[in-house]
C-alpha cells in the first residue's frame, strides 16, 4: 500500500483476506513481532524501523489510530470466478466445456482453474426435483414445436410494473425468448408478439404449441387462434409437469441463476425481472444436455454461428455511461454513473439503471469498474419465499434487500432509455413472500 502523500509504498505479509469487511486493521503484536517499534502520542502514534526511521503514522480519532492509505487494486479473484460470475453462476464443468470445446468466443481462464464454495450458489440454488429424463428425439425444424410456461404471480412488482413471465422454448434448440406480463390474460397477446417476430426473423412457421393446461393457456379465443393460423395444439396431462418437463425444468434454471445475480449483486428483488431478462440471455450462450450435439450452444444452434461472450460483464456491477445528451455543458461530467442490468436484443448495447434519475437506459458505450453499488448486511436478511405454481413446497431463499429503495418506490416513475424512447423493463413471475429473519447456521 501507499502511504497519503508518500510515494514510497509498504508491503504488508501475511495478510488475511476478509470480503465483508468494511475496514483494514493492522495488529500492533504482528508489527512488533516483525522488529518494528510503535510509540503513541496524544493525537497520533509511530511504527519505527531498526534505524529509528519512522514507516508509518497513524492519527487518532475518536479513540481509535487510523493510517490513510491508498490501497494497489488488486485482483484477488482467478479468471474462471469472473467468468463464473458473468455466466450467471453457471456450474465449473459447463464453463470448462465452453472453453475447451471452443463453443464461445471470447472465453478465457487457465485450464487448471478451479471454483472455490461459493457462497451465493449455496444459498441461490435449489436442489433439482427430480423428473424422468426426456428422450433427445427433438424436432429437426427451427419452429416445428415450441414450449411455453407462465411463471407468477410474484408479490413485487418490478421495476416495470409486471407480475409474471412467460417463456417460449424451441423444440429443436432450446433456445430461450422471455416476455414480462401484469397479468394472466397477457398470455395471449405475447404468443402474438412472438410469432409475428419469430416467424419473419426465421422465415418459417410455428407448426406445434406444447402448454400444460393452465387458464392461461385454454380459452375459446386462443384455441380458435391457433386453429385458424394452422398451429397444432398440444396439452399435457394435468397434474403431471414431467409431461412439460422441458419449459417447467427451463423455468426453475431461470429462476434459480436470477435468485444467484440478485445474491451476487445486492440489488432489491424490485430488480427480479431484470435478472430474469439477464438469465435467459445468458442461458442462451451455455451448453445444453436437451441438445443432440451438446458441443453447441442454443445460439449457435439457431443462428448457425458461434457466439461471443466478450462483451459479458457482471450483474450489479458499476457502469459509467457515456453521457450523449445535447443539452450537456463544456464542463458537465462526460458520463453517468448506473448499475449494469443486463443486455439489450440490440447487438453489443447495455441495459443500465441511473439510480439518481431512477430509469433504465440502453447504451453502447460503457466503461465496467469491479465495484458493486449495493452492498448487504449477512447478519439480518429479507428471505424471500419463492413457491412455483406448478409446485406445492419450496424453501426459502435468503435475498439481499437495500430497505431504502422498498421505501422509496414510486409508481410514477418512467422507465425511459438513453434516447428518450419509453422502454418496459421485464418483470419476474412467481410466488414471493417476505420473512424477516436473523442469518441461519445452515444453508438451504
Given at each position: ?116 464454495d461459493c457462497k451465493v450458489c449455496i444459498q441461490g440454488k435449489q436442489t433439482a426435483i427430480p423428473f424422468t429424463k426426456e428422450p433427445k428425439n427433438r424436432s429437426s425444424q427451427l419452429l416445428s414445436v415450441i414450449h ?57 412457421k410455428i407448426k406445434t404449441l406444447r402448454t400444460d393446461q393452465g387458464l392461461e393457456y385454454v380459452g375459446p379465443n386462443f384455441d380458435q387462434y391457433l386453429v385458424k393460423t394452422g398451429i397444432k395444439r398440444e396439452h ?146 429479507f428471505f424471500q419465499e419463492i413457491i412455483s405454481k406448478k409446485e406445492e413446497q419450496h424453501q426459502p431463499q435468503r435475498v439481499k434487500i437495500n430497505i431504502s429503495d422498498i421505501m422509496n418506490s414510486d409508481s410514477k ?32
Amino acid at each position: 500500500m501507499f502511504l497519503e502523500n508518500q510515494t514510497k509504498g509498504i508491503t504488508l505479509q501475511n495478510v488475511l483476506y476478509i470480503p465483508d469487511l468494511k475496514n483494514n486493521l493492522i495488529s500492533i503484536s504482528k508489527v512488533t513481532a516483525n522488529n518494528f517499534t510503535v510509540t503513541f502520542q496524544r493525537n497520533h502514534d509511530s511504527v519505527l524501523n531498526s534505524k529509528n526511521e519512522s514507516v508509518l503514522i497513524a492519527k487518532r480519532e475518536k479513540g481509535l489510530y487510523y493510517v490513510t492509505a491508498i490501497v494497489e487494486s488488486v485482483s484477488i479473484v482467478n479468471e474462471i470466478e469472473q467468468w463464473h460470475q458473468k455466466f450467471g453462476h453457471l456450474n465449473e464443468k459447463d464453463l470448462k466445456k465452453l472453453q475447451a470445446q471452443n463453443m464461445v468466443y471470447g472465453i478465457n481462464f487457465k485450464p487448471n482453474d478451479t471454483l472455490t464454495d461459493c457462497k451465493v450458489c449455496i444459498q441461490g440454488k435449489q436442489t433439482a426435483i427430480p423428473f424422468t429424463k426426456e428422450p433427445k428425439n427433438r424436432s429437426s425444424q427451427l419452429l416445428s414445436v415450441i414450449h411455453s410456461d407462465l411463471c407468477g404471480p410474484m408479490r413485487v412488482e418490478s421495476i416495470g410494473r409486471t407480475f409474471y413471465f412467460a417463456t417460449f422454448i424451441y423444440d429443436c434448440s432450446r433456445f430461450v425468448h422471455v416476455y414480462f406480463l401484469r397479468s394472466k390474460d397477457e398470455v395471449k397477446s405475447a404468443f402474438l408478439e412472438f410469432k409475428a417476430y419469430i416467424e419473419n426473423k426465421l422465415n418459417c412457421k410455428i407448426k406445434t404449441l406444447r402448454t400444460d393446461q393452465g387458464l392461461e393457456y385454454v380459452g375459446p379465443n386462443f384455441d380458435q387462434y391457433l386453429v385458424k393460423t394452422g398451429i397444432k395444439r398440444e396439452h399435457t396431462c394435468a397434474y403431471t409437469p414431467q409431461m412439460s418437463g422441458s419449459a417447467e425444468r427451463e423455468n426453475r434454471t431461470l429462476v434459480s441463476m436470477a435468485r444467484c445475480l440478485l445474491f451476487q449483486s445486492g440489488l432489491p428483488m424490485k430488480f427480479w425481472a431484470e435478472a430474469i431478462n439477464c438469465a435467459v440471455y445468458i442461458r442462451n450462450f451455455c451448453p445444453t444436455r436437451g441438445l443432440e450435439d451438446e458441443n453447441q450452444t442454443p445460439f449457435q444452434k439457431l443462428f448457425g454461428k458461434k457466439p461471443t461472450v466478450k462483451h459479458f460483464q457482471m450483474f450489479g456491477q458499476k457502469a459509467f455511461a457515456l453521457n450523449k445528451q445535447p443539452q450537456k455543458g463544456k464542463f458537465d461530467v462526460s458520463s453517468t454513473e448506473c448499475i449494469f442490468i443486463g443486455y439489450s436484443d440490440e447487438n453489443r448495447v447495455y441495459r443500465l439503471f441511473d439510480s439518481q434519475a431512477q430509469k433504465v437506459i440502453t447504451s453502447r458505450d460503457v466503461k465496467f469498474i469491479n465495484e458493486f453499488e449495493y452492498t448487504s448486511n449477512y447478519e439480518e436478511l429479507f428471505f424471500q419465499e419463492i413457491i412455483s405454481k406448478k409446485e406445492e413446497q419450496h424453501q426459502p431463499q435468503r435475498v439481499k434487500i437495500n430497505i431504502s429503495d422498498i421505501m422509496n418506490s414510486d409508481s410514477k416513475r418512467t422507465i425511459q432509455s438513453e434516447t428518450q424512447k419509453e422502454t418496459h423493463p421485464p418483470s419476474l413471475p412467481l410466488h414471493w413472500s417476505w420473512k424477516l429473519a436473523k442469518r441461519l447456521n445452515q444453508g438451504f
